[in-house]
């Protein structure tokens, strides 16, 4: 039998007294109110977690593009490199143009320039016309010898 100023042990009698009847609703109501107050955080926090992958997503791909153009400039004129891209649909890769631009793949996202990313380690430009690059699938990428200048072009 439980006494007081005792604690429990193995095998003695449960004992339940108003208390515990009383209490259990209690805990049951402060239990919901915790998880009331939790849900708007954790729904923000995986909001916020989507948020940041969307807006990584170009940033991988134009790394993975940027790696590419790299490997096939690396293999030489006449090698071709096919890589996946799977881009957003508002979000849109440029390359090549004139001057600084074709040294670097502009990340467009709802028709803004949202980042630059420079072609260096080695630094070679993407020959021909600016090509946007969107939606998902291939992009084969070719390294070619155009007007005495070594670079890599998007083959559509």
């Known amino acids: 039998i439980y006494r007081r100023g005792r604690e429990p042990r193995d095998g003695d009698p449960v004992r339940s007294d108003a208390r515990g009847i009383m209490g259990l609703p209690f805990k049951l109501a402060i239990i919901m109110v915790v998880i009331a107050v939790m849900t708007p955080i954790v729904a923000g926090v995986t909001q916020d ?3 940041v992958m969307d807006i990584m997503r170009p940033e991988n791909e ?3 593009l940027k790696d590419a153009a790299s490997l096939v400039y690396y293999r030489g004129v006449g090698n071709i490199v096919t890589v996946d891209l799977s881009l957003g649909p508002d979000d849109c890769l440029m390359v090549g143009g004139e001057g600084t631009e074709a ?3 502009r990340i467009v996202r709802n ?3 949202e980042k630059r990313i420079y072609i260096d380690h080695p630094e070679f430009p993407f020959l021909g016309e600016t090509t946007a690059i969107s939606g998902t699938g291939p992009v084969k990428l070719e390294c070619v010898f155009e007007g005495g200048i070594a670079g890599v ?3 559509q």
Do not use: F, M
């Open 62 to 64: 134009a790394s993975e």
């Open 49 to 51: 977690a989507k948020d």
């Open 111 to 113: 028709g803004e320039i």
């Open 103 to 105: 040294y670097t793949i």
């Open 153 to 155: 072009r998007v083959i």
